[in-house]
T-cell receptor
Protein backbone atom coordinates (compact mmCIF):
# COMPACT_ATOMS: atom_id res chain seq x y z
CA UNK A 1 0.00 0.00 0.00
CA UNK A 2 1.20 3.49 -0.75
CA UNK A 3 1.85 5.66 2.29
CA UNK A 4 0.50 9.06 3.17
CA UNK A 5 1.46 11.68 0.63
CA UNK A 6 1.62 15.42 1.14
CA UNK A 7 2.05 18.19 -1.37
CA UNK A 8 3.91 20.39 -1.72
CA UNK A 9 6.94 19.33 0.32
CA UNK A 10 8.30 22.87 0.61
CA UNK A 11 6.62 26.24 0.43
CA UNK A 12 7.75 29.82 0.91
CA UNK A 13 5.12 32.51 1.44
CA UNK A 14 5.08 36.08 2.64
CA UNK A 15 3.14 37.49 5.57
CA UNK A 16 -0.51 38.14 4.84
CA UNK A 17 -0.78 35.54 2.10
CA UNK A 18 -2.78 32.35 2.38
CA UNK A 19 -1.71 28.79 1.71
CA UNK A 20 -3.37 25.44 0.99
CA UNK A 21 -1.70 22.13 1.81
CA UNK A 22 -2.86 18.78 0.53
CA UNK A 23 -2.82 15.28 2.00
CA UNK A 24 -3.74 11.92 0.51
CA UNK A 25 -4.23 9.23 3.16
CA UNK A 26 -3.42 5.56 2.95
CA UNK A 27 -6.01 3.76 0.85
CA UNK A 28 -8.92 2.70 3.04
CA UNK A 29 -8.16 5.12 5.87
CA UNK A 30 -11.03 7.47 6.55
CA UNK A 31 -9.54 9.54 9.35
CA UNK A 32 -7.06 12.31 8.59
CA UNK A 33 -5.39 14.48 11.21
CA UNK A 34 -3.22 17.55 10.83
CA UNK A 35 -0.40 18.65 13.12
CA UNK A 36 1.94 21.60 13.32
CA UNK A 37 5.49 20.89 14.44
CA UNK A 38 7.92 23.57 15.57
CA UNK A 39 11.16 23.27 17.57
CA UNK A 40 9.72 25.22 20.48
CA UNK A 41 6.23 23.73 20.72
CA UNK A 42 6.72 20.20 19.43
CA UNK A 43 3.81 18.46 17.72
CA UNK A 44 0.57 20.37 18.12
CA UNK A 45 -2.77 18.91 17.02
CA UNK A 46 -4.73 21.06 14.57
CA UNK A 47 -7.81 19.03 13.62
CA UNK A 48 -9.10 15.63 12.61
CA UNK A 49 -11.52 14.78 9.82
CA UNK A 50 -13.53 11.61 9.40
CA UNK A 51 -15.94 11.00 6.54
CA UNK A 52 -15.79 14.67 5.48
CA UNK A 53 -16.67 15.92 8.98
CA UNK A 54 -14.38 17.66 11.44
CA UNK A 55 -14.42 15.41 14.46
CA UNK A 56 -11.80 17.00 16.73
CA UNK A 57 -10.17 20.39 16.82
CA UNK A 58 -7.07 21.67 18.55
CA UNK A 59 -6.46 25.07 20.05
CA UNK A 60 -5.55 27.09 16.97
CA UNK A 61 -7.04 30.35 15.67
CA UNK A 62 -9.73 30.40 13.02
CA UNK A 63 -7.11 31.26 10.37
CA UNK A 64 -6.42 27.54 10.31
CA UNK A 65 -9.10 25.53 8.57
CA UNK A 66 -9.44 22.24 6.80
CA UNK A 67 -11.72 20.02 4.85
CA UNK A 68 -11.98 16.45 3.68
CA UNK A 69 -13.31 15.19 0.41
CA UNK A 70 -15.39 12.10 -0.34
CA UNK A 71 -12.26 10.17 -1.34
CA UNK A 72 -10.76 10.96 2.12
CA UNK A 73 -8.17 13.34 0.69
CA UNK A 74 -7.81 16.39 2.89
CA UNK A 75 -6.65 19.97 2.59
CA UNK A 76 -5.74 22.50 5.21
CA UNK A 77 -5.74 26.22 4.66
CA UNK A 78 -3.99 28.97 6.56
CA UNK A 79 -5.12 32.51 5.83
CA UNK A 80 -3.35 35.77 6.63
CA UNK A 81 -0.03 34.07 7.26
CA UNK A 82 2.13 35.20 10.17
CA UNK A 83 5.84 34.64 10.72
CA UNK A 84 4.97 32.29 13.58
CA UNK A 85 3.17 29.97 11.16
CA UNK A 86 6.52 28.79 9.83
CA UNK A 87 6.60 25.11 10.70
CA UNK A 88 6.50 21.54 9.45
CA UNK A 89 2.87 20.63 8.80
CA UNK A 90 2.20 16.94 9.14
CA UNK A 91 -0.75 14.92 8.00
CA UNK A 92 -1.56 11.53 9.47
CA UNK A 93 -4.12 8.98 8.42
CA UNK A 94 -5.47 6.32 10.72
CA UNK A 95 -7.72 3.33 10.87
CA UNK A 96 -8.99 1.02 13.55
CA UNK A 97 -6.86 -2.10 13.66
CA UNK A 98 -9.14 -3.98 16.00
CA UNK A 99 -7.00 -5.27 18.86
CA UNK A 100 -4.61 -2.32 18.88
CA UNK A 101 -7.23 0.36 18.23
CA UNK A 102 -6.34 3.31 16.05
CA UNK A 103 -2.83 3.80 14.72
CA UNK A 104 -1.59 6.90 12.95
CA UNK A 105 0.70 6.92 9.93
CA UNK A 106 2.35 10.16 8.97
CA UNK A 107 3.22 11.72 5.67
CA UNK A 108 6.60 13.37 5.02
CA UNK A 109 5.24 16.81 5.88
CA UNK A 110 5.13 20.20 4.19
CA UNK A 111 7.80 22.65 5.31
CA UNK A 112 6.21 26.11 5.28
CA UNK A 113 8.41 29.17 5.60
CA UNK A 114 6.76 32.56 6.04
CA UNK A 115 8.94 35.59 5.32
CA UNK B 1 -2.19 21.44 27.39
CA UNK B 2 0.75 19.04 27.27
CA UNK B 3 -0.49 15.73 28.58
CA UNK B 4 2.68 13.69 28.03
CA UNK B 5 6.13 14.47 29.40
CA UNK B 6 9.18 12.72 28.01
CA UNK B 7 12.57 12.45 29.64
CA UNK B 8 15.29 13.03 28.99
CA UNK B 9 14.79 15.76 26.41
CA UNK B 10 18.25 15.26 24.92
CA UNK B 11 20.52 12.23 25.02
CA UNK B 12 23.97 11.79 23.53
CA UNK B 13 25.62 8.41 23.98
CA UNK B 14 28.39 6.27 22.55
CA UNK B 15 27.68 3.41 20.19
CA UNK B 16 27.08 0.20 22.11
CA UNK B 17 25.59 1.82 25.21
CA UNK B 18 22.09 1.14 26.52
CA UNK B 19 19.48 3.80 27.15
CA UNK B 20 15.92 4.27 28.38
CA UNK B 21 13.46 6.99 27.43
CA UNK B 22 10.43 7.68 29.63
CA UNK B 23 6.98 8.94 28.74
CA UNK B 24 4.79 10.00 31.66
CA UNK B 25 1.28 11.33 32.06
CA UNK B 26 -1.42 11.76 34.67
CA UNK B 27 -4.00 10.69 32.08
CA UNK B 28 -5.07 7.20 31.15
CA UNK B 29 -4.75 6.21 27.51
CA UNK B 30 -6.37 3.43 25.53
CA UNK B 31 -3.16 3.01 23.53
CA UNK B 32 0.38 4.29 23.46
CA UNK B 33 2.48 4.67 20.33
CA UNK B 34 6.19 5.28 19.88
CA UNK B 35 7.55 7.01 16.79
CA UNK B 36 10.99 7.89 15.47
CA UNK B 37 11.46 10.98 13.35
CA UNK B 38 14.38 12.00 11.16
CA UNK B 39 15.01 15.71 10.44
CA UNK B 40 12.62 17.11 7.85
CA UNK B 41 10.57 13.91 7.66
CA UNK B 42 7.36 12.67 9.23
CA UNK B 43 7.37 10.43 12.32
CA UNK B 44 7.52 6.71 11.62
CA UNK B 45 5.43 4.41 13.81
CA UNK B 46 7.56 1.92 15.74
CA UNK B 47 5.05 0.19 17.99
CA UNK B 48 1.60 0.35 19.58
CA UNK B 49 0.87 -1.00 23.07
CA UNK B 50 -2.65 -1.25 24.44
CA UNK B 51 -2.64 -3.44 27.55
CA UNK B 52 -1.41 -2.31 30.97
CA UNK B 53 1.92 -3.98 31.71
CA UNK B 54 2.41 -4.99 28.08
CA UNK B 55 5.97 -5.43 26.84
CA UNK B 56 6.86 -5.50 23.15
CA UNK B 57 10.26 -6.11 21.63
CA UNK B 58 11.41 -4.91 18.24
CA UNK B 59 14.97 -6.21 17.70
CA UNK B 60 17.07 -4.10 20.12
CA UNK B 61 14.13 -1.93 21.20
CA UNK B 62 11.91 -2.87 24.14
CA UNK B 63 8.68 -0.99 24.82
CA UNK B 64 6.66 -1.19 28.01
CA UNK B 65 3.23 0.19 28.86
CA UNK B 66 2.65 1.00 32.53
CA UNK B 67 0.22 -1.09 34.52
CA UNK B 68 -2.16 1.87 34.88
CA UNK B 69 -1.79 2.80 31.18
CA UNK B 70 -0.49 6.26 32.09
CA UNK B 71 3.17 5.87 31.26
CA UNK B 72 5.56 4.03 29.00
CA UNK B 73 9.25 3.42 28.46
CA UNK B 74 11.48 2.68 25.50
CA UNK B 75 14.72 0.82 26.14
CA UNK B 76 17.40 0.50 23.46
CA UNK B 77 20.13 -2.08 23.88
CA UNK B 78 23.54 -1.60 22.28
CA UNK B 79 22.62 1.64 20.51
CA UNK B 80 23.85 2.16 16.96
CA UNK B 81 24.32 5.39 14.96
CA UNK B 82 21.24 4.42 12.92
CA UNK B 83 19.15 4.84 16.08
CA UNK B 84 19.81 8.59 16.01
CA UNK B 85 16.62 10.60 15.76
CA UNK B 86 13.75 12.20 17.62
CA UNK B 87 11.67 9.71 19.60
CA UNK B 88 8.07 10.64 20.26
CA UNK B 89 5.45 8.93 22.38
CA UNK B 90 1.76 9.48 21.72
CA UNK B 91 -1.15 8.56 23.94
CA UNK B 92 -4.36 7.63 22.20
CA UNK B 93 -7.84 8.30 23.52
CA UNK B 94 -10.10 6.96 20.81
CA UNK B 95 -9.13 8.69 17.60
CA UNK B 96 -7.37 11.60 19.29
CA UNK B 97 -3.65 11.42 19.99
CA UNK B 98 -1.57 13.49 22.40
CA UNK B 99 2.13 13.73 21.70
CA UNK B 100 4.98 13.87 24.13
CA UNK B 101 7.63 16.54 24.17
CA UNK B 102 10.13 14.31 22.36
CA UNK B 103 13.58 12.90 23.11
CA UNK B 104 16.38 13.78 20.74
CA UNK B 105 18.87 10.89 20.66
CA UNK B 106 22.35 11.08 19.16
CA UNK B 107 24.46 7.93 18.99
CA UNK B 108 28.13 8.71 18.43
CA UNK B 109 30.14 6.12 16.45
Amino acid sequence: KAGVTQTPRYLIKTRGQQVTLSCSPISGHRSVSWYQQTPGQGLQFLFEYFSETQRNKGNFPGRFSGRQFSNSRSEMNVSTLELGDSALYLCASSSNRGGVGYEQYFGPGTRLTVT
Amino acid sequence: TQLLEQSPQFLSIQEGENLTVYCNSSSVFSSLQWYRQEPGEGPVLLVTVVTGGEVKKLKRLTFQFGDARKDSSLHITAAQPGDTGLYLCAGGQGTQFYFGTGTSLTVIP
